[in-house]
């Protein structure tokens, strides 16, 4: 089956430091992949949508500035979250839309394992 | 109104009940619809998938009710191993997941 692979799964780091995150589609080519935020206890909240080979699409209220995305190839997106700041402490997950039928449903997305950012 | 509504629970269920859990959805032009599993500290998985005609895959059976923009999913059977989050989760226009807050269930021996 379709298989996405983030990395770091984990992360501590300083306050200022920038960190990036990559996800990778190992199995199928992924022009679409999204980056989502998870708070505790709280559902996943869609920050971006990442195009290979354009911009991003932020949604509202996450800075772009903030959290750079880019999208090089059909298999790699990449998260960097600048100058971080405990703040930013969250768990950050990848998914990537495999738009191969599986059944009768395409469009599936699969999600990486995350990566739990602690900013101290 | 949220997107998509769930009741966060928790549901707790002794082993071998059968537990069911609904979902709502505001948008009518949704046009797909799943449900995700999250085990606490991991990323959601693919459960299944669910088809206007409902279907079943093993224990779990789904259903979806366009009219009234609902979908449910049952577990018969409970086993420990089923304890997690819920997540309903709706395709719309666009291809835009939308997810709900999740639906914890702890299946008890």
């Known amino acids: 089956g379709a298989v996405v692979s983030q990395h770091p799964s984990w992360v501590i780091c300083k306050s200022g430091t920038s960190v990036k995150i990559e996800c990778r589609s190992l199995d199928f080519q992924a022009t679409t992949m999204f980056w989502y935020r998870q708070f505790p206890k709280q559902s996943l909240m869609l920050m971006a949508t990442?195009?290979?080979?354009?911009?991003?699409?932020?949604e509202q209220g996450v800075e772009k500035d903030k959290f750079l995305i880019n999208h090089a190839s059909l298999t790699l997106s990449t998260l960097t979250v600048t100058s971080a700041h405990p703040e930013d402490s969250s768990f950050y997950i990848c998914?990537?839309?495999?738009?191969?039928?599986?059944?009768?449903?395409?469009?599936?997305?699969?999600f990486g394992a995350g990566t739990r950012l602690s900013v101290l | 109104r949220k997107e998509v509504e769930q009741d966060p629970g928790p549901f707790n269920v002794p082993e071998g009940a059968t537990v069911a859990f609904n979902c709502t959805y505001s948008?009518?032009?949704?046009?797909?619809f799943f449900w995700y599993r999250q085990d606490c500290r991991k990323e959601p998985k693919l459960l299944m998938s669910v088809y206007s005609s409902g279907n079943e895959d093993g224990r779990f059976t789904a259903q979806l009710n366009r009219a009234s923009q609902y979908i449910s999913l049952l577990i018969r059977d409970s086993k420990l191993s089923d304890s997690a989050t819920y997540l309903c989760?709706?395709?719309?226009?666009?291809?835009?997941?939308?997810f709900g807050g999740g639906t914890r269930l702890m299946v008890k021996p």
């Open positions: 998914s990537a839309r495999d738009f191969r039928w599986q059944g009768i449903v395409k469009n599936i997305q699969y």
């Open positions: 990442s195009n290979e080979g354009s911009k991003a699409t932020y």
């Open positions: 948008n009518s032009a949704s046009q797909s």
């Open positions: 989760v709706v395709n719309n226009a666009g291809n835009m997941l939308t």
